[in-house]
């Protein structure tokens, strides 16, 4: 008999709780990098193969999440996400028992796989469970609760880190605490719940047709994620050593600088909130209007204050332009390739994080240092701005895109 069911609160925090996840398998392990390094300074190579413990999960996120999206919309997204936090519970404690450093490599890599699965699917189910303002809240919620937590992980694995490297790798157990909330609030999607009532699968969808998917739109908005991902970065990864230039060496001092700038993701996310509804050219212009000026002010500061100021402006722009982005993404997704197109959007947001520090370290190179880095990327911005508001208009004028002023609107 197929029950029927509600979204609630808890709903949205089960679902909401996981994109955690992706920032924990980085975070949480900065703090004891030097530790692990030290312990297999013996391994040839150590130097490079130690740092991806760190990273690798990030690049299986990159390349695996459009896949990720697949089997949900084949297999059903809830069992999937469930089988997704139990994997991700044993490899991610895996380097507590073991030893040799290639065995704690393939760990990462499972990490990464359960990750991909977990951050496409949880978001995916946002989408399946809420529509309307609803949705755009707790998708736009993920951006804060990810940047806030970073926050957490650090200072956690640093606390963690003083019993030994291995000691952090423990807190990858607190998926068991998701998986028993998604247990508890969570069902098996038929379909969105505006349309069948919440009523729950009794089998797998097996959805594989990609017949109906918005390839034109979708294109422009990954296109535009990918290249805005790189803005969002540049702060996070960049501005200690932008702090390095203008004289700030000590690294306390350094991160809590640092973490007051990134308040601006969450702040941003908190304003979108409020202005989610706004048609989409207007918020993309206020977005990459503050990462243009934010970007100007950090490549022409020659003051600590003045640096900081730039970087907040730059990190309200991204808390806002990531939400615009995904709500946008998802609200052009029919139920039958939701999986597919938010694994999408993950990865080309993956893809922006790889390109980030690549980017800016050769236009530091080719301008002769890293503030003018900043000011090349604050006329990108503004190039994109153009782009984007011309692109965003053509697409909101076009006889299919009303379920693009429908998703934002109303």
């Given at each position: 008999m197929t029950k029927h069911h509600q979204p609630t609160a808890m709903t949205g925090i089960a679902l909401l709780l996981p994109i955690t996840l992706s920032t924990m398998a980085i975070v949480l392990l900065a703090p004891v990098l030097p530790k692990i390094l030290a312990e297999y300074a013996s391994v040839p190579g150590f130097d490079y193969w130690v740092p991806m413990i760190l990273t690798i999960p990030a690049l299986c996120v990159a390349l695996l999440s459009t896949a990720a999206?697949?089997?949900?919309?084949?297999?059903?997204?809830?069992?999937?996400?469930?089988?997704?936090?139990?994997?991700?519970?044993?490899?991610?404690?895996a380097p507590v028992f073991l030893k040799d450093l290639t065995a704690i490599l393939i760990s990462r890599v499972?990490?990464?796989?359960?990750?991909?699965?977990?951050?496409?699917?949880?978001?995916?189910?946002?989408?399946?469970?809420?529509?309307?303002?609803?949705?755009?809240?707790?998708?736009?919620?993920?951006?804060?609760?990810?940047?806030?937590?970073?926050?957490?992980?650090?200072?956690?694995?640093?606390?963690?880190g003083a019993f030994g490297w291995r000691t952090p790798f423990?807190?990858?157990?607190?998926?068991?605490?998701?998986?028993?909330?998604?247990?508890r609030f969570t069902w098996e999607p038929q379909g969105d719940v505006r349309n069948n009532g919440g009523d729950e699968a009794e089998a797998a969808p097996h959805n594989s047709s990609w017949a109906g998917f918005p390839w034109g739109r979708m294109a422009v908005i990954l296109a535009v994620t990918i290249y805005g991902a790189v803005f969002f970065y540049t702060v996070q990864i960049q501005a200690a050593s932008g702090l390095g230039v203008l004289g700030v060496a000590d690294p306390a001092r350094v991160g809590f600088l640092t973490s007051i700038a990134s308040i601006g993701v969450p702040l941003g996310t908190f304003i979108y909130s409020r202005i989610g509804r706004w048609p989409?050219?207007?918020?993309?212009?206020?977005?990459?209007?503050?990462?243009a000026v934010g970007f100007?002010?950090?490549?022409?500061?020659?003051?600590?204050?003045?640096?900081?100021?730039?970087?907040?402006?730059?990190?309200?722009?991204?808390?806002?332009?990531?939400?615009?982005?995904?709500?946008?993404?998802?609200?052009?997704?029919?139920?039958?390739?939701?999986?597919?197109?938010?694994?999408?959007?993950?990865?080309?947001?993956?893809?922006?994080?790889?390109?980030?520090?690549?980017?800016?370290?050769?236009?530091?190179?080719?301008?002769?240092?890293?503030?003018?880095?900043?000011?090349?990327?604050?006329?990108?911005?503004?190039?994109?701005?153009?782009?984007?508001?011309?692109?965003?208009?053509?697409?909101?004028?076009?006889?299919?895109?009303?379920?693009?002023?429908?998703?934002?609107?109303?």
């Open positions: 999206g697949a089997l949900g919309d084949y297999f059903g997204r809830r069992r999937l996400l469930i089988a997704s936090f139990v994997l991700y519970a044993i490899v991610g404690v499972g990490v990464g796989v359960a990750e991909a699965l977990i951050m496409v699917l949880s978001t995916t189910m946002i989408g399946d469970y809420f529509h309307g303002a609803a949705r755009d809240k707790w998708l736009a919620a993920q951006t804060a609760f990810a940047s806030m937590s970073a926050l957490v992980f650090f200072n956690v694995g640093g606390q963690l423990w807190v990858y157990t607190s998926a068991l605490i998701m998986l028993a909330l998604v247990l989409v050219q207007r918020l993309l212009t206020i977005e990459f209007s503050l990462l100007l002010a950090m490549g022409r500061a020659s003051t600590p204050t003045g640096f900081l100021a730039g970087c907040f402006l730059n990190q309200l722009g991204a808390g806002l332009l990531l939400p615009t982005l995904l709500v946008w993404a998802m609200s052009l997704l029919s139920f039958q390739v939701r999986g597919r197109g938010a694994g999408m959007w993950q990865s080309a947001f993956a893809l922006g994080q790889f390109l980030s520090p690549v980017i800016v370290t050769f236009s530091a190179n080719a301008t002769g240092g890293l503030q003018n880095a900043f000011s090349v990327l604050s006329a990108a911005a503004v190039v994109g701005l153009i782009v984007v508001v011309i692109a965003a208009g053509r697409i909101t004028r076009s006889g299919d895109a009303v379920a693009v002023a429908g998703g934002l609107h109303g």
